[in-house]
């Protein structure tokens, strides 16, 4: 069973770029959802995706945007990047939508962006 | 907004000692989980607890959720080194949602 795998692992972007982050499910998980957890913090909802579509968003501005794809991989796109937008972007997967089949989380290693 | 709160932010214990983390939640949940993030790694799920009062156990970990559905609790007894990490605590707002809101964590160091 392969787990969650994201990439890439670390990047440096300047202020004002815009960045992708990619992420694939597990096997037999349908459903993404993609979280920031900043220095110190707890991780923190930004979307779900499930079957291609945007399944609840979190408190993040419109310049966080992403993709889900037939395969069940997703994609996060960040634009205008801030200062403040520098954590670890975690990305997890699960089975069923909503509530529904427990949706326990299995979380890759996550993306660890510095925004300089 | 909906609020997770967790204390204590640290706890520093012997080893052998007994750990507890508590977590509060500003509205009732439909579920709460519990994950572990060891340091530099990642979190990974321990348990969820469902049904308002339930008292589940793995091992040395005993978890607990509240009668109103509002607060949790997670008890080590007799810490080991292994146990070093930080653990959150996760609650879910609604029964048709897949938003997880997590509380800002307690992290535990273990004295060998």
């Known amino acids: 069973e392969t787990g969650v795998t994201q990439s890439p692992t670390h990047l440096i972007k300047t202020r004002g770029q815009q960045v992708t982050l990619r992420c694939s499910s597990q096997?037999?998980?349908?459903?993404v959802s993609w979280y920031q957890q900043a220095l110190g913090q707890g991780p923190q909802f930004i979307f779900q995706?499930?079957?291609?579509?945007?399944?609840g968003r979190g408190n993040f501005p419109p310049r966080f945007s992403g993709l889900q794809f037939p395969n069940y991989s997703s994609e996060l796109n960040v634009n205008a990047l801030e200062l403040d937008d520098s954590a670890l972007y975690l990305c997890?997967?699960?089975?069923?939508?909503?509530?529904?089949?427990?949706?326990?989380?299995?979380f890759g290693a996550g993306s660890r962006l510095t925004v300089l | 907004g909906q609020q997770v709160m967790q204390i204590p932010q640290y706890q520093h214990v012997q080893e052998g000692e007994d750990f507890t983390t508590y977590c509060n939640s500003s509205t009732t949940l439909s579920n709460i989980q519990w994950y572990k993030q060891r340091p530099g790694g990642h979190p990974v799920f321990l348990i969820q607890l469902v049904k308002s009062g339930e008292v589940k156990k793995q091992k040395r970990l005993t978890f607990q959720f509240g009668e109103a559905k509002k607060n949790s609790s997670l008890h080590i007894t007799a810490t080991q080194t292994t146990d070093v990490g930080t653990y959150f605590c996760?609650?879910?707002?609604?029964?048709?949602?897949?938003?997880?809101?997590f509380g800002q964590g307690t992290t535990l160091q273990v004295k060998p």
């Open positions: 995706y499930y079957r291609e579509e945007e399944n």
């Open positions: 096997s037999g998980h349908n459903t």
């Open positions: 996760a609650g879910r707002p609604g029964s048709n949602t897949g938003k997880l809101i």
């Open positions: 997890a997967s699960s089975k069923g939508q909503g509530a529904s089949g427990a949706n326990v989380l299995t």
